[in-house]
């Protein structure tokens, strides 16, 4: 037997029309549930509108993929079991499945009207009214699905307007149609009440006044539990997730402020890579004629652009990203940004906006709080713009340091027992099998925040692995999953780049955006005070309009420490570490000017707490680089110790008296100082902003006399951990220490002299680019010409960082005109080469073409009149994809370089063998033969496998992949890259800090 065809449910509109239908659904009731087709788009309706004829028609229904189809969804030949009841014969014919999807209904008449033109073209078409050729021939029965409300009034109505409109047409245009039918939006809305298997991918599109009774209605009785205990966990999520923490807002008593006051969406560039091509290719492509001629067989297309994070990250989340709807792309995305560049605040951002989606619609289930949250939370997004999603996603946060933290030692937690485990806390009776059946059942969004903060290596291969299972469980499952991970670029491999991720890159605050950021941060602190709060932004708007003030104002967490400078002084530091420093002593002083023996306790004992801060900051990033997890801890009692140890070490006598003293100092600094604050059960102690830990650690390393910090330096120099308080500390030393200004670029420079890898890495060149671009020697144009000439050391790398190259360049002839020639002569150098210096020198100039800079002009003059044919392959691997004459394959990079590995001398097999498992997971695509050339496209970035990580611990294995790296030809330049890339990520990630505690006493002696 078929099915019915219906065509409207019972819904108030007025007279019913008597047609046969109102027999079928006359006991249907105005409180079945709608869908809300509107966050489908017309791709995933028509797939919607294909499976349901596919039930209704049968399985022998033609379903036609996306692109150009000649009117038709679908089609089939033959007897079909529609229309069922039916006063005539069931269809048997020729007959065309059609989709009408409309983005913005507008009310019926209108909806009607729209819905009538369209079907009209489309009919004369088939007449070839319009020119179009292509349709094929008429059909004998013609299915139109549409997402518009007919009403089924009585002639008047739009059921019977549509039909009369169709059949008139059909008679002026002598089209020998047997028969048609409308599915508009209550048929279908009918159809998924039957079929649940179509309905379950689209469950997220239910527009019920209830929500979760919707959900009662439509799961099975063990998912109800888990779509209850979801329900719950978001409700309870949306409350504890109202706040901005801003440890550094400056008032013990303010420590939260409303993200509802501060949300802003930020910018973004994108990129991402091709995905991975499906089958290798034989290694007899390689010969002397490919190493010799690029050829010209394909270009390339650079993919980036600039998106609001928030709002795309939702448009993104609106797309069914089910494997059956979506079975290739970039699903995901990865933000990245710098320290406080606001990576944790969008998430949150993100997170409460699918919260509020999924709960506004059952508002009576809040509590009063909840309710008031998402009240605050509804305005703010449409203050910024921001619709709320349609589809409706259950989002998940899970904090990545801490989930690293808890698979420390070896054992196995899956991201849906975390996730679990987390539910729990809030309701409990959820297993991770109940989640992997709800994962099939209901749209999910997964926040991975804080990868940077994985330290160890262990550590990162372990989540990465949970990540891959879990993303495989969504394949298995059908899942409709969105992804999002938040990193650091320092230190991140592009390990997501292989499972589907494309890149978000934040980009800096403009200087309209970061006063503007300013003044709702000064609003939200001084709510009561509004002439404070403007008296606040005027001076930030003053401060932007400077040039070395404005680039300390590039960052949400920098226009916020920004904002506490600038209640009590009129102008701010010109220098990172001499900002942190400013607002630390502001928040210091403020503690001081407050009555009470707190204040008392301050002014007595600075030099213990400054201690205490800048040691436990030291503790803290050691601890979080010797963990598993990335988070450094140290519990409360610890804190005490540290705290009578500073305290004896200025003479005190180990008394009771002086204990007692240590536990009030301690007791100070966390509610009154509140740089530090206690996590989970109270008993774990952090620092709120890792910046400011960072911050507390550089100054606790320049505490050591100034040739022991420079050694301290070196030994910190290749670790990505480090780099932020490497940074922070050569600041201090350019401002406070000018005696070991030389020093520390001398041992910059010898950093290159450890060894063939530490020569080829060159990190000192990468320091050296990151203090320019940081102002560290903006007033000292001696040492700034000393730091370009180390920074353009980075050209003779093929694994040039050209993005901060390009920026640290630009801003050298920006602070000193002089530097312009030094430039210019290295650049015209590399243009001119025949190696990898010319691909180096190519992404400079392809960098500031894009930029506004006083480079930019000359380099898209010198690109406009650069006349050679092999630029076009020479775009940085992660923002290229191909497009090309022929197909695209695999090629192992170890077969690729294999032939190299042997000059000029070869390698005993042991050697040989363990750069063989080093390099077995990595591999670079190429174009296959056109005019007898293959060509490198580029390679797939990632990480460092596990059996690379191992096989790099032997140093003859390092040293034979940098002198190969080195080796090969100027063809080679990508793979090359790739190999000086895995002796890079192998040298950021050794623990690098294990020594500094020894190192450095508790001793009062500065």
Known sequence: MGLPCPEARHRNYGPRSGHWTDLLFAGRHDEAV???????????????????????????????????????????????????????????????????????????????????????????????????????????????????????????????RVHVAIAETLAQLKLSVRDWRVWHFDSLCTYLDQFPDIRRPYAALTTAGDVLSALRDRLAARETHVAD??????????????????????????????????????????????????????????????????????????????????????????????????????????????????????????CQAYRVAMLSSSPQKLSPTQQATLSALQARFAQLGLSLPNHRRWPVHIDLPSYAADMAGGRQVSVLQRIADQVNACTPQVTANDLRTWLGAWPWLVVFDGLDEVASSPARRQVFRAVEQFLTEVRQTDGDVLVI??????????????????????????????????RQVAHARFSGDPGMAAQIGDRLASAAQEDLTARLMRTPLQITVMSVLLEHRARPPQERHRLFQAYYDTLYQRELSKPGPASQLLHSYRYVVDRLHERTGLVLHVSAEQAKGGEGLIRKEELDQLALQLTIAEGHTDSPATRALATQIVEVCLNRIVLLSARGDDKDIAFDVRSLQEFMAAREICRAPDTEVVEHLSQLAHSTHWRNTWLLAAGKIFYEHPRSRGPLLTALRELQSRGPVENLVNSGGVLAANLIDDDIASTQPRYLRLLL????????????????????????????????????????????????????????????????????????????????????????????????????????????????????????????????????????????????HATILYSEPGGLPDNAAEALTDPAVRNLIADTARRLPYPLHIPAAQLVGLCAAYLQHQPAGQNLLSALPLSSED
């Not at 009919?123 to 008429?138: C, E, F, K, M, Q």
């Open 34 to 160: 709608d869908y809300d087709f509107s966050g489908l788009g017309a791709r995933h309706f028509e797939h919607l509108t294909q499976a349901v004829a596919r039930k209704v028609l049968g399985q022998d229904l033609e379903v036609l993929g996306d692109g150009p189809d000649g009117g038709r969804e679908a089609s089939w030949h033959g007897a079909v079991p529609f229309p069922e009841p039916s006063p005539d014969s069931p269809w048997a014919g020729y007959g065309v499945l059609q989709a009408k999807y409309r983005q913005r209904t507008e009310g019926t008449r209108r909806d009607t009207e729209w819905l009538i033109t369209q079907i009209r073209e489309e009919l004369r078409s088939w007449a070839g009214a319009t020119g179009i050729r292509d349709r094929g021939a008429v059909p004998d029965y013609l299915l139109f699905a549409t997402n518009v409300v007919l009403s089924p009034q009585q002639e008047r109505g739009g059921i019977d």
């Open 229 to 350: 205990r979801a329900m719950t966990y978001a409700m309870m999520q949306l409350e504890s997730n109202q706040w901005v923490r801003l440890g550094q807002a400056g008032h013990g008593d303010n420590q939260r402020l409303p993200l509802a006051d501060l949300a802003v969406d930020l910018t973004a560039t994108t990129s991402h890579t091709h995905p991975a091509p499906s089958s290798p290719a034989s290694t007899s492509l390689f010969d002397d004629s490919f190493l010799t001629d690029l050829g010209s067989s394909s270009a390339v297309e650079v993919l980036s652009g600039q998106v609001q994070v928030v709002a795309h990250v939702l448009r993104q989340g609106e797309e069914i990203l089910r494997l059956s709807a979506s079975p290739a792309g970039f699903m995901h995305r990865a933000v990245l940004g710098g320290p406080g560049q606001g990576k944790t605040t969008l998430m949150q951002m993100i």
């Open 485 to 518: 991970s938040t990193s650091r670029p320092q230190g991140y491999l592009q390990e997501l780049a292989g499972m589907g991720f494309a890149h978000l890159h934040l980009v800096p605050l403009e200087a309209g955006q970061a006063v503007s950021y300013g």
């Open 789 to 932: 000439q180390q920074a353009l050391e980075l050209l003779n790398s093929p694994a040039c960082p050209a993005p901060l190259l390009g920026d640290a360049l630009q801003r050298a002839v920006e602070l000193d005109a002089d530097c312009r020639p030094f430039i210019d002569h290295a650049l015209e150098a590399g243009l001119d080469s025949t190696n990898w210096r010319f691909a180096v020198a190519f992404q400079l100039l392809e960098c500031w073409s894009q930029q506004h800079g006083p480079l930019s002009p000359a380099a898209r003059e010198r690109l406009a009149t650069l006349q050679r044919p092999d630029a076009l392959y020479l775009f940085p691997p992660r923002t290229m994809r191909p497009r090309t004459h022929g197909e695209i394959t695999e090629f192992s990079l170890y077969s690729l370089i294999a032939p190299y590995l042997s000059l000029p001398a070869a390698p005993d097999a042991d050697t040989r063998e363990a750069c063989a498992r080093a390099l077995r997971d990595e591999s670079v695509l190429l174009n296959s033969p056109f005019n007898g």
